[in-house]
C-alpha cells in the first residue's frame, strides 16, 4: 500500500486497503474508502468522499464538498484512436456527486482536458467522453453515452439512456427526454425528445419556471421560440424576425438566437 501526500494528514481519512499514489494530494477532510486507488497527478478538494472501490487514474482535479461513489472511474484514458499517450486531464468542480460506475475519460490533444462544472449530478453507469465539457448545475441521468466534444451548457437535464454524438452541443435549460438519440445540436431553453428522429418539443418551460425565470423572460423565449419554428420560415428568417422586434431585446432570447445562428452540427427541430 503506498499513501499520497496528504495535506493536513489529521483531517483527512484513507482506509487502510486504500492505494493514493506518492504524487497526489489530498486536501482537509477528504474521505477515501475501502480499495479505492487514487493515481498520480491527482488533487482532491476539501471534504470530498471517495467511494469505496472507486479509480481516478490520473492527471485529475476534483473540487471541493464532492461525491464519488462506489466503482466510478475518473480520468482514464480517452477512447480515441489518435490518443497518443500526450498529457491531458480531467477537471471536476465543487460539490458535485459522481454515482456508481459512472466513466469520466481526459482529453485528447485536441483540447487538452474533459471538464465537468460545479453543482452537478452524474448519475449510475452514465459515460462522459473524452474533451466533453459540461457546465454548472448539469445533470445526466442513467447509462447516457456521449461522445467525444460534446458541450452541454449550465442547468441542461439529459434524462436517462440517452445517446449523445460527437460535438453536439446542448444548451443552457435544455431538457433531453430519456431514450433518445442526439445527432444535432438542442437549442437553449428547449425540450427534446425522440429516437431515431429527435423533434423539438417547445420550450421547457417546466424546466425554466422551475428555475426561477422571470415570467416575461419565459414569455419573450417563447415568441422567439414561435418565429424560429413555427412561423413557416427557415431558422434564419426566424432569427432575423426576432433580432428586428424590440420586445425580444434580452440577454436570454439573444443567447438563443446565437446558439441557433452558429450551430455547426445544425439544430434539431
Not at 483527512?12 to 498520480?40: K, M, Q, R
Given at each position: 500500500?503506498?499513501?499520497?501526500?496528504?495535506?493536513?494528514?489529521?483531517?483527512?481519512?484513507?482506509?487502510?486497503?486504500?492505494v493514493?499514489?506518492s504524487e497526489?494530494?489530498?486536501a482537509?477532510?477528504?474521505?477515501?474508502?475501502?480499495?479505492?486507488?487514487?493515481?498520480p497527478?491527482?488533487?482532491?478538494?476539501?471534504?470530498?468522499?471517495?467511494?469505496?472501490?472507486?479509480?481516478?487514474?490520473?492527471?485529475?482535479?476534483?473540487?471541493?464538498?464532492?461525491?464519488?461513489?462506489?466503482?466510478?472511474?475518473?480520468?482514464?484514458?480517452?477512447?480515441?484512436?489518435?490518443?497518443?499517450g500526450?498529457?491531458?486531464?480531467?477537471e471536476?468542480?465543487?460539490?458535485?456527486?459522481?454515482?456508481?460506475?459512472?466513466?469520466l475519460?481526459?482529453?485528447?490533444?485536441?483540447s487538452g482536458?474533459?471538464v465537468?462544472?460545479?453543482?452537478?449530478l452524474?448519475?449510475?453507469?452514465c459515460?462522459?467522453a473524452?474533451?466533453?465539457?459540461?457546465?454548472?448545475h448539469?445533470i445526466?441521468s442513467?447509462?447516457?453515452n456521449?461522445?467525444?466534444?460534446?458541450?452541454?451548457?449550465?442547468?441542461?437535464?439529459?434524462?436517462?439512456?440517452v445517446a449523445?454524438?460527437?460535438?453536439?452541443r446542448?444548451?443552457?435549460?435544455?431538457?433531453?427526454?430519456?431514450?433518445s438519440?442526439?445527432?444535432q445540436?438542442?437549442?437553449?431553453y428547449?425540450?427534446?425528445?425522440?429516437n431515431?428522429?429527435?423533434k423539438l418539443?417547445?420550450?421547457?418551460?417546466?424546466g425554466?419556471?422551475?428555475?426561477?425565470?422571470?415570467?416575461?423572460v419565459?414569455?419573450?423565449?417563447?415568441?422567439?421560440?414561435?418565429?424560429?419554428?413555427?412561423?413557416?420560415?427557415?431558422?434564419a428568417?426566424?432569427?432575423?424576425?426576432?433580432?428586428?422586434?424590440?420586445?425580444?431585446?434580452c440577454?436570454?432570447?439573444?443567447?438563443?438566437?446565437?446558439?441557433?445562428?452558429?450551430?455547426?452540427?445544425?439544430?434539431?427541430?
Amino acid at each position: 500500500m503506498r499513501r499520497g501526500s496528504l495535506l493536513q494528514e489529521t483531517a483527512t481519512s484513507v482506509h487502510e486497503t486504500a492505494v493514493v499514489d506518492s504524487e497526489a494530494e489530498l486536501a482537509a477532510g477528504v474521505e477515501v474508502g475501502p480499495f479505492a486507488v487514487i493515481g498520480p497527478g491527482v488533487r482532491v478538494g476539501a471534504h470530498t468522499k471517495i467511494g469505496p472501490r472507486a479509480y481516478v487514474e490520473r492527471n485529475t482535479t476534483i473540487g471541493t464538498n464532492c461525491f464519488v461513489a462506489n466503482g466510478a472511474v475518473l480520468g482514464s484514458d480517452p477512447q480515441d484512436l489518435k490518443f497518443k499517450g500526450e498529457e491531458t486531464f480531467l477537471e471536476v468542480g465543487d460539490r458535485t456527486v459522481i454515482r456508481e460506475f459512472a466513466t469520466l475519460n481526459r482529453g485528447t490533444a485536441a483540447s487538452g482536458r474533459t471538464v465537468v462544472g460545479s453543482d452537478c449530478l452524474l448519475m449510475a453507469y452514465c459515460h462522459i467522453a473524452h474533451d466533453c465539457e459540461l457546465g454548472n448545475h448539469v445533470i445526466v441521468s442513467n447509462a447516457t453515452n456521449m461522445a467525444g466534444h460534446v458541450s452541454i451548457a449550465d442547468g441542461a437535464i439529459v434524462s436517462g439512456l440517452v445517446a449523445i454524438h460527437q460535438f453536439v452541443r446542448i444548451g443552457a435549460y435544455a431538457f433531453v427526454g430519456g431514450g433518445s438519440r442526439v445527432p444535432q445540436d438542442v437549442p437553449p431553453y428547449c425540450s427534446v425528445v425522440g429516437n431515431p428522429s429527435p423533434k423539438l418539443y417547445g420550450l421547457n418551460s417546466v424546466g425554466l419556471k422551475r428555475k426561477g425565470f422571470p415570467p416575461d423572460v419565459r414569455r419573450r423565449l417563447k415568441k422567439a421560440y414561435r418565429l424560429l419554428f413555427q412561423s413557416g420560415g427557415s431558422p434564419a428568417q426566424g432569427i432575423a424576425a426576432a433580432e428586428a422586434d424590440p420586445d425580444l431585446a434580452c440577454p436570454e432570447v439573444r443567447y438563443f438566437l446565437d446558439f441557433v445562428r452558429n450551430s455547426e452540427r445544425g439544430i434539431t427541430s
